[in-house]
């Protein structure tokens, strides 16, 4: 069986599924490469995630990350990744959020989620009301702005090192080591139009003797 026949069997099991979730959550579905998306509220969400795991035996939050979109006004879609053993499936449920709005934490419905949202939180700036330990947890304390931002430099805006002198660690402001450069890929020997002479010798090329 081909692998686009396997993906249709796939989305043909799940579809009588996704149907059934929208009915019972009201949230909207999609189906798409195997795989059952549901959209929920931002504001749902702990209901929802309370319902898949209560009515429909998804008992594993497998991950929790974060998507960047920088041009919509909700640039953020906060994505979760659930397991269910009993029915032999995964579902995957997004929010949609931005710097302000905060995302209702499920670390209660799922104590699994509490380093996940953690993480979002780092890497991308997402407030979760409620958790329990708001905290960075993958950056050092002091950093500046959240790294898997899509307009995060990709230099950073601090870099780190010892200072022998004070005895610590030291943060300053990033500095590149040199200018940027514009270099020539033309090939020496054709196509480049340099003075005459270039390479010594070169004068006696049209010298007859």
Known sequence: MSSLAVQAQFEAALTPMGAELVGAL???????FGELTLVAPRERIVEVMTGLRDRFGFQQLLDLCGADYPDREERFEIVYHLLSLTRNARVRVKVVTDEVQ??????????????????AYDMYGVIFSGHPDMRR?????????????KDFPMSGYVEVR?????????????KLTQEFRTFDFLSPWEGADYPAPVLPGDEKAGVKG
Request: proline fraction near 10%; glycine fraction near 8%.
């Open 26 to 32: 009201g949230v909207e579905a999609q189906v798409a």
């Open 137 to 149: 947890l993958l950056t050092d304390y002091g950093f500046e702005g959240h790294p898997l931002r």
């Open 162 to 174: 010892y200072d022998e002198e004070q005895k610590r660690v030291v943060y300053e402001p990033v």
């Open 102 to 119: 905060p995302v209702p934490t499920v670390s209660e419905v799922y104590p699994s989620a509490g380093w996940f949202e953690r993480e």
